[in-house]
């Protein structure tokens, strides 16, 4: 099987561990290269022969998760101030293939304490980065535990850079007793976590790209901040505020977008055309008191669409509980789901005679279960009233909550679409309360559950266009089938600013350029909105699209059964 030949590396920010290891299984389980670096809120994980009893207080009272995984080794910390590096590689396997990865993982973190000062090196018969090696005094400084099946690598290094390492006295780490736990700042090396990054990420491009082609991205987690900054936006300071503030902190100047009032250039102006089956379906969706995401979010392809008897449906209400900057979806405090409305838009899909019907919601953070439970009864109502109409679901990422995404995979939508929306630098910018790592990991999940998925992109926020590629290229990696691709259009001037207009044919290169990765079907124009042409993808989903030679049809689909992991402990 070709390889992807491209050497892609992520910082993801702060992210919670079980997410990281379902994005970890997706990039597992496909075909390209990625490095992910991250950090996790407070955890405990524990090797596939971890002890139990070397976890030495009550986790259960601390309100700290303790995570059985799939690599080797005892237990150990993750948390704020370490730097997680996770290189999902195809590498050789053979006699003592093993050994030989974790060494190299070794000495690309040696490799990168010399750069940055520190002299540090391996202690015999104890994986992992040792300072005072030799000496009474040997410290850990670096974890190393991984995981290796079908020549494909996961898990990676834990880099003390400036932990809270008390942590590592309520444990006793990687099972070793009589070692203590060191940290960069503990031994006088005084860099802040982009900087060690940087080093790092250095060195794995020196030891694992082997000449080929390397992609960089990261999202904005904290840097740039002006002294006013964070008390602005802790005291509240409206939308445009904010906006601005999280632009210019993802280096996207919010002074040079073009003016709301500018004329659009002629591929955006749509004519506005009311026929008789736009007005029917008008009438059908008031008349059952229902909402659309082609009227709440202003949608420009409305009259194309209501034209041919095609729209989306948003429930659980029309307010968000979310403030994105690009969306101009009422964000006041939202009301009580209505019970009724599942049924009221199967009756609609009936009355309109839908081949596919289209359903999306606000997201509802103030519920248990994010909403789940509605679009479940949705797709099962409009399959009660017209078995033959295939179903797509937009869905927010239900805060990551496993339990609420699987109520939604296990109501077998045909496509279940979301939106990725962004590149990974300007996500925070973007849509403040949602992460790029949890998109992938949601849409992993489907993946893995065997749905159709989907995803889209906005351009024109300030991205490149090989920011674009990256992010084409994250989505392929797990997974997802069909992409949308389109121009980003300003509801007001308290939302994003345009940064650029981006020309047809600029979409027809990026089209190509996704079609080349092997989705099966590529939606990419400036007037192209998450369920434009639903139909028609969702179809050339169905028959398999085309795949470029060397690549799986899916990810999920290449991946043969797991056998045995060999492993290497913390």
Same mark, same amino acid.
């Given at each position: ?98 050994? *030989? ?23 015999? %018969? ?76 250095? !060195? ?7 000449? *080929? ?13 002006? +002294? ?42 749509? +004519? ?30 409305? @009259? ?8 989306? @449906? ?18 006041? !405090? ?18 309109? %005679? ?73 996500? !925070? ?89 092997? @989705? ?43 056998? +045995?992991?060999?492993?290497? *402990?913390?």
């Amino acid at each position: 099987m070709a390889v992807e030949p491209t050497l892609r590396i992520r910082w993801l920010g702060r992210v919670p561990y079980r997410e990281a290891h379902v994005l970890q299984g997706a990039l597992h389980r496909g075909v390209a290269d990625h490095l992910l670096m991250l950090e996790h809120p407070d955890v405990l994980t524990l090797g596939v022969r971890g002890d139990m009893s070397h976890v030495l207080f009550d986790h259960v009272a601390a309100g700290v998760d303790v995570v059985r995984t799939d690599r080797g080794g005892d237990v150990t910390y993750h948390g704020p101030g370490q730097l997680v590096v996770y290189p999902i590689l195809s590498v050789p396997m053979g006699t003592a293939a093993i050994p *030989r990865y974790v060494r190299i993982v070794e000495q690309v973190v040696i490799d990168t304490l010399a750069d940055l000062g520190l002299v540090a090196g391996r202690l015999d %018969g104890f994986p992992g980065v040792w300072v005072g090696a030799g000496t009474p005094s040997v410290r850990k400084l670096c974890a190393v535990g991984v995981r290796v099946a079908r020549g494909r690598t996961m898990h990676g290094l834990a880099l003390n850079v400036d932990p809270d390492l008390s942590w590592f006295t309520r444990i006793v780490p990687c099972g070793i007793e009589d070692k203590a736990v060191t940290s960069l700042a503990a031994e006088g090396i005084d860099v802040s976590m982009a900087e060690v990054v940087d080093a790092l990420a250095a !060195r794995a491009v020196a030891h694992w790209a082997e000449g *080929r082609p390397v992609e960089r991205q990261g999202v904005v987690s904290g840097a740039g901040w002006r +002294p006013d900054d964070r008390s602005m936006i802790a005291s509240g300071a409206p939308r445009g505020a904010r906006t601005r503030i999280r632009l210019r902190q993802a280096g996207t100047d919010p002074d040079a977008g073009i003016a709301l009032q500018s004329r659009k250039p002629p591929w955006l102006r749509v +004519p506005t055309t009311m026929g008789d089956e736009f007005l029917e379906l008008r009438r059908t969706v008031r008349g059952l008191g229902l909402v659309t995401v082609c009227e709440e979010a202003g949608c420009p392809n409305i @009259f194309e669409c209501w034209a041919d008897g095609t729209a989306t @449906f948003m429930i659980n209400g029309e307010r968000c509980t979310r403030a994105c900057g690009f969306c101009q979806v009422d964000t006041r !405090r939202p009301l009580a789901l209505d019970p009724g409305e599942p049924a009221r838009v199967a009756r609609a899909v009936d009355r309109l %005679g839908l081949a596919h019907a289209v359903v999306t919601a606000v997201a509802r953070d103030d519920l248990a279960d994010g909403g789940a439970a509605a679009f479940a009864a949705t797709i099962a109502a409009i399959r009660h009233v017209r078995p033959a109409t295939s179903v797509e679901v937009l869905i927010s990422d239900c805060r990551g909550v496993a339990s609420s995404l699987q109520t939604i995979f296990d109501a077998r939508p045909d496509v279940l679409n979301h939106n990725l929306e962004t590149v990974a630098r300007l996500q !925070r910018a973007v849509r403040p309360s949602a992460s790029y790592a949890r998109s992938l990991a949601v849409l992993a999940q489907a993946s893995s559950a065997g749905l159709t998925t989907k995803s889209g992109l906005m351009v024109g926020l300030g991205e490149s266009d090989a920011e674009v590629i990256g992010a084409l290229a994250d989505l392929r990696a797990v997974g997802v089938d069909i992409v949308t691709l389109g121009q980003y259009l300003r509801p007001t001037a308290a939302h994003l600013p345009v940064a650029r207009w981006v020309a047809p044919e600029q979409f027809d290169q990026l089209r190509l350029a996704g079609e080349a990765m092997g @989705f099966a079907h590529v939606q990419a124009s400036p007037l192209t909105r998450s369920s434009y042409h639903a139909r028609e993808a969702a179809s050339s989903a169905a028959r398999g699209g085309a795949v470029p030679a060397g690549l799986p049809a899916s990810p999920r689909a290449a991946a043969p059964q797991d056998n +045995p992991a060999a492993l290497a *402990r913390p």
